[in-house]
C-alpha cells in the first residue's frame, strides 16, 4: 500500500525523488522519507517527516538532501504509529545501508529476536527495520570493507539476506560505500524500472515515471536488480541473470492533472461522462450484428463452454463485481458467485468445471485479489481434469499491471488515471465492463432475445448524455442539501435487487471520506432488525427505481419514515415518489441499467459533505488507493 521510488544517474535525486512520490501519495500518506548518497563523499544523508508530503517537502528544501542516488517512501502505516521514528527509509545499526519496502515482512518478529540477541538496537517499530540491518550483517560477515567492487557487494548481500524474508515486499536498497547503484526487489508486490538516458528510475507505479520516461521494465515476482547510471543487471530468485526487452506506456493516462477543480475525486466523478462515451466507441461501435452486440477483445474460444462464472473482488470492486453477477446470472442466465478475495483465498468453495473466474481490481495490485487468483489457479491445476482447467479475467484499469502478466485475458475499463482514493469512475467503468460481458455471454447462450439485447444496447448508448445531465444537477442539488448533515452520525442506505449493491457503494463512499458511520441494507431485511437503530436522528437513503420491486422499495420507505427518519430518495420524479422528504432525482430508465445512475447522488453527496465538513477529500485517513499487502 505504500509508495516506493529509487532513482540513479547524473543529476540531483532528491527534486525526482518528491515528484516521483508526489505521484505515489495516494498509496499512503502517514509520513514520507528520502535519503540520498553523494557520489564523491560517500555521505548518506536521510531525512523524514510525520505526515503528508509536504512535510518532507519542507525539510528538504531547509536541510537539503544532496545526491545522485537515492529512496523514497510514502507510508500506509501497517507495523507501528505513523511517526517519524516509524518513517521510511531505515538504517542498518552503522547508518551505511538504507531500504524502504512496501509490503510486510510476515517473520519480522523471529527475525527482530534474533538480531537483538546478537546487539542490534532498533529504532522504530516497524517489521521493515529488520532488512537494513541484516543487508548491513551481510556485508560485514563477507569483509565489504574497502571493497573494489562495491555495487556488487552490495547486491550479493541483498540476494543473501531476501531468502530469510518471508511475505510480499517490493524494497530498494542503497550502501555509502556503492554511492551509483542501488538494489531493488520484489515479491508479490509491484516494481516497475523506468528507462532513461544514463539515469533509472524504479517505483512502485507508472504516476511515478511520468515526466521521466515511458519505456519501463516490469520486474517479475523473485527478481533482484542492480541499477547503475551504466544499465540495470537483472536476476532471478535463483541468482541467474536475465534478458528481457522493456515495454512502452501507452497514452497520457498515467498523468494526473486536477485541472480547476477543488479535488481529484470532484473531477473524477464529472469525468464519468467521458468514460462511459469512451466505452460506448471502444465496445458498442457501429456495424455489430445480433450474434456480437458487444465488441470484446476475445475470441470464441474464451466463450465457449463456460457454464459458471467466479468472481473475485474487494471492497468497491466487490460492488461493481455484486452488479456484475447480478447482470450475468438473472440477464445473462450463467451461475455466477462473488466472493470476497481475503475470505476466498482461506475458505475456496468446492471446485467446479466449466468455470471462468474473474478478478476486479481498479489498481491491478490488490494483493488478496492477486493471491486469491492464484490460488485457484494452482488447485486447477492440481487436479488435472480439462473440465477443470483454469480459465481467468481480469477486469482493471492498468493494464500494464501485476494482474495481467498473472491471467491469460485482461479487460481494460479504460477510464484513466484515478487519484481520488475513493473510486468514482473506476466504478463505473467496472460496472460496464460487466455490461460487456453480460452481452457477450446473452448473445452466445441465448438467454435474451436479440431484441432484448439491442433494447440494453440502445439504452447504453445513451448513457454518456444522461451522465452529463445527472452529474450537473446533483452537483449542485448536493451542495446545498449537504450542510443538513453537520450533526449527523449514522445514515441507512437501502437497496435492492440490482441496486442493492449501490446502497453498499453509498455507505461506503460516505464512511471513507466524511466519516459518518452508514450501512447498506437490501430494503427487505430493514425489518428483520436494523430497523431498530432508526429515529429523527438517523437519515434513510432509499433507492427506487421502477421496475420488479418498485413497489416493495417504496413499502419499505415507508416503513423507515414511520419511524421518523429523514427519507432521502433517488428515484424518478412523480406522484410514487412523493413520500420522500428530499428527491435525488434520476431519469426513469430500466431497471437493468439504472445502477449506472443511481450512484452518481451518492457520489456527490458523500463528496459535498466530507467538502462541508473541510475534510480531505482525496486522501481520507487511514486509507490507501491501492491495497497492495494482506
Keep these: 500500500m505504500c509508495g516506493i521510488v529509487a532513482l540513479v544517474g547524473s543529476r540531483e535525486a532528491a527534486p525526482q525523488l518528491l515528484e516521483g512520490l508526489r505521484q505515489l501519495e495516494y498509496r499512503g500518506y502517514d509520513s514520507a522519507g528520502i535519503a540520498t548518497v553523494e557520489s564523491d563523499t560517500g555521505q548518506l544523508h ?44 531505515h538504517r542498518s545499526g552503522d547508518g551505511a545501508v538504507a531500504v524502504v519496502q512496501n509490503g510486510i515482512i510476515e517473520n519480522h518478529r523471529n527475525l527482530r529476536e534474533e538480531l537483538e540477541g546478537a546487539g542490534v538496537v532498533f529504532r522504530s517499530e516497524t517489521d521493515t527495520e529488520v532488512i537494513p540491518h541484516l543487508i548491513g550483517a551481510a556485508l560485514q560477515c563477507c ?78 515476482d523473485g527478481e533482484v536488480a542492480l541499477l547503475s547510471p551504466l544499465g540495470v543487471e537483472l536476476y532471478n530468485a535463483e541468482g541467474r541473470r536475465q534478458q528481457r526487452m522493456p515495454s512502452v506506456l501507452s497514452g497520457a493516462d498515467h498523468v494526473a492533472d486536477k485541472r480547476n477543480y477543488r479535488h481529484f475525486m470532484l473531477k473524477e466523478i464529472h469525468e464519468q461522462p467521458e468514460t462511459a462515451e469512451l466505452w460506448v466507441s471502444r465496445h458498442l461501435p457501429p456495424g455489430l450484428t445480433e450474434a456480437n452486440p458487444v465488441a470484446l477483445p476475445f475470441d470464441e474460444a474464451f466463450y465457449a463452454g463456460i457454464e459458471r462464472i467466479e468472481i473475485l473482488a474487494c471492497g468497491t470492486s466487490r460492488h461493481a463485481a455484486l452488479v456484475g453477477g447480478h447482470l450475468l446470472e438473472q440477464f445473462a442466465g450463467i451461475p455466477t458467485a462473488v466472493h470476497y478475495a481475503s475470505e476466498f ?37 492440481v487436479h488435472g481434469d480439462p473440465a477443470y482447467a483454469s480459465r481467468q479475467l481480469g477486469v482493471t484499469n492498468r493494464p500494464e499491471s501485476s494482474l495481467s502478466r498473472q491471467v491469460s485475458h485482461i479487460l481494460d475499463i479504460g477510464a484513466g488515471i484515478e487519484v481520488g482514493v475513493a473510486a468514482t469512475k473506476t466504478f463505473l467503468g467496472q460496472l460496464l465492463a460487466f ?20 433494447s440494453l444496447v440502445q439504452e447504453l448508448r445513451r448513457l454518456p448524455k444522461e451522465l452529463k445531465t445527472l452529474v450537473d444537477l446533483h452537483d449542485q442539488r448536493c451542495e446545498a442539501f449537504a450542510h443538513r448533515f453537520a450533526e449527523t452520525q449514522d445514515v441507512i442506505f437501502l437497496g435492492r435487487g440490482i441496486n442493492y449493491p449501490i446502497a453498499l457503494e453509498g455507505a461506503l463512499k460516505l464512511k471513507e471520506i466524511s466519516y459518518i458511520h452508514a450501512e447498506g441494507y437490501p430494503a427487505g431485511e430493514m425489518k428483520h432488525g436494523p430497523i431498530a437503530l432508526l429515529d429523527s436522528h438517523v437519515p434513510v437513503v432509499s433507492i427506487a427505481v421502477p421496475g420488479q420491486v418498485f413497489e416493495k422499495v417504496l413499502s419499505n420507505a ?7 427518519a429523514q427519507l432521502i430518495g433517488v428515484a424518478p420524479e412523480g406522484p410514487d415518489t412523493e413520500l420522500f422528504d428530499e428527491l435525488l432525482p434520476v431519469p426513469d430508465v430500466s431497471e437493468w441499467i439504472s445502477p449506472l445512475l443511481t450512484v452518481v447522488p451518492m457520489q456527490l453527496l458523500s463528496y459535498h459533505i466530507a467538502a462541508h465538513r473541510g475534510l480531505d477529500v482525496d486522501q481520507p485517513r487511514n486509507l490507501a488507493k491501492s491495497v497492495t499487502v494482506e
Design 46 to 89: 536521510c531525512l523524514r517527516a510525520s505526515g503528508k508530503l509536504a512535510n518532507l517537502t519542507a525539510r528538504v528544501d531547509s536541510e537539503g538532501a544532496p545526491g545522485q542516488c537515492g529512496i523514497g517512501h510514502t507510508r500506509w502505516a501497517t507495523h507501528g504509529k505513523p511517526e517519524e521514528r516509524n518513517a521510511h527509509p
Design 345 to 381: 483465498r482461506y475458505a475456496p468453495p468446492p471446485l467446479a468445471p466449466h468455470t471462468l473466474t474473474v478478478g476486479v481490481t481498479q489498481s491491478g495490485e490488490t494483493a488478496d485479489t492477486l493471491a486469491a487468483l492464484a490460488m485457484e489457479a494452482r488447485r486447477r491445476e
Design 435 to 454: 455490461y460487456s460481458l453480460t452481452m457477450a455471454f446473452a448473445a452466445r447462450r441465448g438467454s435474451r432475445s436479440p431484441a432484448e439485447i439491442a
Design 143 to 220: 569483509g565489504a570493507d574497502g571493497v573494489e567492487r562495491p555495487a556488487e557487494q552490495l547486491l550479493t548481500a541483498v540476494q543473501s539476506v531476501l531468502p530469510r524474508l518471508q511475505g510480499a515486499y517490493a524494497l530498494a536498497v542503497i550502501w555509502d560505500k556503492a554511492p551509483g547503484a542501488l538494489v531493488v526487489a520484489r515479491r508479490a508486490a509491484p516494481l516497475l524500472i523506468g528507462l532513461g538516458e544514463g539515469e533509472f528510475l524504479c517505483a512502485s507505479d507508472t504516476p511515478a515515471l511520468a515526466g521521466f520516461t515511458r519505456t519501463i521494465l516490469p520486474m517479475e
Design 558 to 564: 415507508q416503513e423507515a419514515k414511520a419511524r421518523d
